[in-house]
């Protein structure tokens, strides 16, 4: 605004108008601020569809699309409404005790802990000269037939139902492992692109998590947990769809030996063993793991509670979708944030001040099922709100760097075997971290009905997040920006030569390095 003033000041002295008429001036100066500071602000919320062709100018437009369906339909709104809608129907319809709920969820990490498994099909095996295409539709239609058959067949077992829910989750998996081998792709070859990348995977997850718990309650109360399942049959088409449409080069050699499949595989795993072992990758790798597995999660016990209309608010389904559904809002506000002011913030400095925020926003939950929102006179509805916003948009500024972070420590020619281990590695700590929640409400005695100790589950929970704050050394002071890795860290060690097929652990010259997108 002082622009706008000198520029005032400047014409007054030459035209020599009257005080009055730079009263005036100044006014409609102070309006164009305003106007501009408004402008701004929007601009902001504007940028997220910016992303798209600011990317699609650099990188191949179907590659962006790619992140669109896979990040948008197969992680944020299949996984909003899988979270909602299973919660449901584990509770109403199997009648699982809630420790039990979160054992089960654990088993939903499986696929995920197997991402190792699916990069290396990707990198390693190619099918008909493909190594990315034939996976985006193995995933759509395991998906897609899983849904079906958990939301057709009535009276399933536990068991039946637990294997169709873990099969949607290995669609999700090898569909989220395919884009990110080529996000990390493209982030090596175009390094100042990976945070834009990454926080349009943040936006478009978040934003189809708005949608996908919008609606959830919607349909449950309409089609009952099991009838709304069918909704996950959808995003699977589209999966399967990309799997034709996005490009890629093919390979010259279309039926490579098995001989030749085998000494690669070999070279890949070998590769991801001499690149775990250097400090600059396991150190920040353990951290990531730890973070997550110390940090037990409550959310099963926490989702009975707030159903529940004896002991708890009683939230109604639709209730519980729209809480969600703000959260989502919040998570794309702190993509926005860490997007505009937190991208280039050392990995250190930024993860220190986030895990000690998600640990001081843990002590929301606490004030919650003690109900001391009550004694301050907040309404249970306008507090959980506000709670579910805060925590979202903590978890995401911490989550976004770790992604980044670990899209720097990947090896160019195995990155997607690697990307895939590293997120192997956060799975387990999610894994880790429901069962370990799930034995800590047992241990307590936390059950469908029986909420007394709920509140020191979450208390022992937040006191280790605030621990996690002594593993922080661990992490690298880089900023996202350098290099955490040499060029060169596999070529002492590799055996392949120029001339063999499928694997190509380092290029010669980066200009030989061909993008698959």
Excluded at 125 to 144: D, H, M, N, S, T
Excluded at 323 to 349: C, E, Q
Excluded at 401 to 414: D, W, Y
Aim: glycine share 8%; charged share 15%.
């Amino acid at each position: 605004m002082a622009s706008f003033e000198k520029e005032g000041l400047v014409e007054e002295s030459r035209s020599s108008i009257s005080q009055e008429s730079a009263c005036i001036s100044n006014l409609g100066n102070l309006d164009s601020a305003e106007a501009s500071k408004s402008s701004n602000i929007f601009s902001v919320f504007l940028e997220p569809i910016q992303w798209i062709p600011m990317l699609s100018s650099q990188l191949n437009p179907t590659f962006i699309i790619g992140i669109v369906i896979v990040y948008g339909l197969n992680l944020g709104f299949s996984g909003s409404f899988f979270k909602v809608v299973t919660d449901y129907y584990w509770k109403d319809v199997q009648k699982v005790q809630p420790s039990v709920v979160q054992l089960y969820i654990g088993l939903y990490y499986i696929p995920w802990i197997m991402k190792p498994v699916w990069g290396l099909l990707t990198d390693v095996f190619p099918i008909r000269g493909y190594r990315r295409r034939p996976y985006f539709v193995l995933a759509g239609v395991l998906g897609g037939v899983s849904a079906l058959m958990v939301a057709l067949i009535c009276n399933l077992s536990a068991a039946l139902a637990l294997s169709c829910f873990i099969g949607i989750a290995a669609g999700m998996a090898i569909a989220d492992v395919t884009i990110d081998a080529c996000i990390a792709t493209n982030s090596i070859e175009v390094r100042s692109l990976a945070p834009d990348m990454q926080s349009l995977c943040g936006f478009c997850s978040s934003a189809g998590a708005l949608i996908g718990y919008s609606t959830s309650g919607f349909f449950v109360h309409h089609l009952g947990a099991q009838g709304a399942l069918i909704l996950m049959a959808i995003p699977p088409v589209f999966i399967t769809v990309l799997g034709f449409v996005i490009y890629e080069m093919r390979s010259p050699r279309l039926h490579p030996e098995k001989q030749k499949k085998m000494e690669t595989l070999g070279v890949a795993v070998k590769g991801m063993y001499q690149t775990i072992k250097f400090p600059q990758v396991w150190k920040p790798s353990l951290y990531m793991y730890l973070s997550l597995a110390l940090s037990i999660s409550t959310h099963e016990g926490q989702f009975y509670w707030y159903t529940d209309p004896k002991a708890g608010p009683g939230f109604s389904q639709e209730s519980v979708g729209a809480i969600y559904a703000i959260g989502a809002m919040a998570s794309m506000v702190g993509v926005l944030i860490y997007h505009k002011t937190l991208k280039d913030i050392p990995f250190r400095n930024l993860l220190f001040f986030a895990q000690l925020l998600y640990g001081a926003s843990g002590m929301l939950d606490l004030i919650f099922i003690l109900r001391w929102n009550l004694v301050l006179g907040i309404p249970d509805y306008f507090f959980v709100i506000t709670e579910e916003c805060i925590s979202r948009i903590i978890s995401r500024i911490r989550w976004i760097p770790m992604i980044v972070l670990s899209t720097r420590l990947c090896p160019l020619g195995i990155e997607g075997t690697f990307f895939a281990l590293l997120m192997c590695i956060d799975s387990l700590g999610s894994l880790t971290s429901k069962w370990g929640g799930g034995m800590v409400l047992h241990v307590f005695h936390v059950t469908r009905t029986d909420f007394t100790n709920l509140w020191l589950v979450i208390l022992i929970r937040n006191i280790l997040r605030i621990a996690t704050l002594g593993l922080i050394f661990l992490v690298p002071k880089a900023d996202p920006s350098d290099a955490l890795i040499p060029q060169d860290i596999l070529i002492t060690h590799s055996t392949v030569t120029s001339d063999d097929e499928g694997l190509e652990l380092v290029p010669k010259n980066e200009k030989e390095v061909q993008s698959f997108f």
